[in-house]
């Protein structure tokens, strides 16, 4: 087994504290803790699901990125249901909330790499300076 790059290593730990942090804050006791930081239930989900899905692509960079999708869609529906026999309130629109994060963090992938894609392209067949 190869040992991951530094840099790598790192962005696979913050991936492990971040999913530490958002079971703990989505079945613990902090119902409402959003809310100290200006952002309602959905933003919260939204934002978390969004960097999470970040970390993750970067941390796994040889994975498949439907794999990592349909994970945290998995992850986001999860919690809903542990919530639901926690006591918590299980919520269809924070799972929608969870699926827009991820979705909003895939399209940005995507354009990113397709943005290196046209940049190694141009590079390739001319001199012009980088984009």
């Given at each position: 087994m190869t040992k991951a790059p530094t840099g790598l290593r790192g962005v696979q730990v913050c991936v492990g504290i971040l999913f530490i942090v958002i079971a703990v804050l989505t079945l613990g006791p902090f119902q409402g803790a959003e809310s100290?930081?200006?952002?309602s239930d959905k933003e919260a989900h939204l934002l978390a699901f969004f960097?999470?899905?970040?970390?993750?692509?970067?941390a796994l960079p040889s994975s498949r990125r439907i794999l990592i999708i349909v994970s945290l869609l998995g992850f986001g529906a999860l919690i809903e249901v542990v919530q639901f026999?926690?006591?918590?309130?299980?919520?269809v629109f924070d799972?929608?909330?969870d699926a827009v994060g991820v979705a909003m963090a895939s399209v940005?992938?995507?354009f990113e790499k397709l943005r290196m894609h046209f940049k190694a392209l141009i590079s390739a067949t001319s001199d012009t300076p980088d984009i």
């Open positions: 100290q930081f200006g952002l960097c999470l899905t970040l970390l993750l692509q970067a026999f926690t006591g918590r309130s299980a919520n799972f929608t909330a940005a992938a995507l």
